[in-house]
């Protein structure tokens, strides 16, 4: 089944305490984009990557970190977490930039 | 710069009702439009898309959504809603831009189909 993986679902953190959220899709698609979702601000793109190796920052890449080692691999990074990236962090990926993208089912995230 | 607008945040409606969610855009080149919907807890799942050609593009589950240049609109309509269409609705556009293509996302709207 074609497939976008986050990990994981749910975690609840205290500031400054570095956190990993794993991202993965089994589609073989170039492009690979984080978002996250804020309330009546619909979803802002934090980081995107064209291809292995290949990485740009989105509107609101502040405290945020990404690596594309594998095609199938974009972990998102917060080396130091505050409570203002308390959201909602979806995950995507596409053939192309200007196709469709397929999203995983979200990883929300506190920090307190 | 390119901007998204969905004109309501909040959507409530009678099962059966027809209903419209309104997108407006902002952008002076090309685009490709898009409708996605959010079912509570899931992550967004594509509705439709207009990439070229006819201007009304249909989904599977009885959407359709019409693409007007003149009026840089993108609305999504339903002539019969039913609960299972409660969800968010997201209206996404990617222009060409800067060398790229940008995907920006409207602010959502929220779609309450009600017995």
């Known amino acids: 089944e074609a497939q976008v993986t986050q990990n994981p679902r749910y975690l609840i953190t205290v500031t400054g305490k570095k956190l990993t959220v794993t991202c993965s899709q089994n589609?073989?698609?170039?492009?690979m984009s984080w978002y996250r979702q804020d309330p009546g601000l619909g979803l802002r793109q934090i980081y995107y990557?064209?291809?292995?190796?290949?990485?740009d920052k989105g509107d609101v890449p502040e405290g945020y970190k990404v690596s594309r080692k594998e095609k199938r691999n974009f972990p998102l990074i917060l080396e130091s977490p505050s409570p203002n990236q308390t959201s909602l962090y979806f995950c995507?990926?596409?053939?192309?930039?200007?196709?469709?993208?397929?999203f995983g089912d979200g990883t929300r995230l506190s920090i307190l | 710069a390119q901007s998204v607008t969905q004109l309501d945040s909040q959507v409530p409606v009678f099962e059966e009702a027809p209903v419209e969610l309104r997108c407006n855009y902002s952008?002076?080149?090309?685009?490709?439009l898009f409708w996605y919907v959010q079912y509570p807890n899931q992550g967004l799942q594509l509705l439709l898309k207009?990439?070229?050609?006819?201007?009304l593009v249909e989904s599977i589950n009885g959407f359709e959504a019409e693409f007007n240049k003149s009026q840089t609109s993108f609305h999504l309509r339903k002539p019969s809603v039913h609960i299972s269409d409660t969800a968010e609705y997201f209206c996404?556009?990617?222009?060409?831009?800067?060398?790229?293509?940008?995907?920006?996302f409207g602010a959502g709207t929220r779609l309450a189909v009600h017995p």
């Open positions: 207009y990439l070229s050609g006819s201007t």
């Open positions: 990557s064209m291809n292995v190796e290949v990485t």
């Open positions: 995507a990926s596409s053939l192309s930039r200007n196709q469709p993208q397929h």
């Open positions: 589609m073989n698609h170039e492009y």
């Open positions: 952008s002076s080149v090309s685009v490709y």
């Open positions: 996404a556009v990617s222009a060409f831009s800067g060398g790229y293509n940008k995907l920006i």
